[in-house]
DNA sequence: CGGTATCCGCAGCGATACTG
DNA sequence: CAGTATCGCTGCGGATACCG
């Protein structure tokens, strides 16, 4: 119980945690794969944007929802939002470095789907098939 | 309008997909980042499982919702579910090659996430004191 | 053991209206 | 333009009971 299996270890108890109801890794995993989370990190990996450009971009999210999820990215320091003071005002989201870290790996999963998304709905055909 | 600007146009119009409301995509987005699919992927990398062993591996799932993740991620054809037809019932669950590949992507984000939650609680705390 | 079926509460979300 | 506030509802998800 004092400090066996260095390499091991380390690694399970990282996993351990997030299987774990009160790991706080999973507020965050929820923020991230949240449903309008994906999109707004995979649309701002393109560069910087406004608050009405991600609206028109992200097809289908609402401006509660828009202003809700950037807030907690933003909270997770994921996301910078620069407020320019003018009238009328003009605000501007983009990617922390963080942001660009876990960015990656979303948008890597998001490609994964939309270029094998063929395959998924192969299998989904077979599925109905039984 | 014609034929302009070839690599850009692949990587725009997959991206173009997922943005839009009534894209596929968005589906299988939702089943393999949904709260508990992301967890059971995550379990599944490391072989094989029971029923019983997800339930208990992944902290605070319920019954239906574990029955109900595992369904979809069968459907879309990530999960093998193979049923011995004995008393008592055993049933197996594991990955299926395509499985394998999107838990890849998905392990790399938890994984991400637990390494650097540190960093982002640090950003949270230096948030909450503006 | 490994589900399915049913009920139901409440958070989450969308729609709308309003503000700086 | 970029949000907040409020309301009403939908559907996620937990609890329970029952089947193969």
Same mark, same amino acid.
């Given at each position: 119980m004092t400090a066996a299996k260095a390499t091991?270890?380390?690694?399970?108890?990282?996993?351990?945690?997030?299987?774990?109801?009160e790991c706080p890794s999973r507020e965050v995993l929820k923020h991230v794969t949240s449903r309008w989370g994906v999109l707004i990190l995979v649309a701002l990996m393109e560069g910087t944007h406004r608050f009405s450009d991600?609206?028109?971009k992200v097809?289908?999210?609402?401006?509660? =929802?828009l202003a809700q999820t950037l807030q907690n990215l933003e909270k997770d320091g994921f996301?910078?939002?620069?407020? #320019? %003071?003018?009238?009328?005002?003009?605000?501007?989201?983009?990617?922390?470095? =963080?942001?660009?870290e876990i960015s990656h790996k979303v948008v890597s999963l998001a490609?994964?789907?939309?270029?094998? #998304? %063929?395959r998924v709905m192969k299998a989904q055909q077979a599925a109905n098939r039984l």
């Amino acid at each position: 119980m004092t400090a066996a299996k260095a390499t091991t270890l380390s690694e399970q108890f990282r996993r351990g945690e997030l299987f774990t109801v009160e790991c706080p890794s999973r507020e965050v995993l929820k923020h991230v794969t949240s449903r309008w989370g994906v999109l707004i990190l995979v649309a701002l990996m393109e560069g910087t944007h406004r608050f009405s450009d991600l609206r028109r971009k992200v097809g289908g999210v609402s401006e509660k =929802m828009l202003a809700q999820t950037l807030q907690n990215l933003e909270k997770d320091g994921f996301i910078n939002r620069i407020s #320019l %003071p003018v009238v009328p005002p003009h605000v501007e989201y983009s990617l922390t470095p =963080m942001g660009e870290e876990i960015s990656h790996k979303v948008v890597s999963l998001a490609d994964w789907i939309e270029e094998n #998304l %063929p395959r998924v709905m192969k299998a989904q055909q077979a599925a109905n098939r039984l």
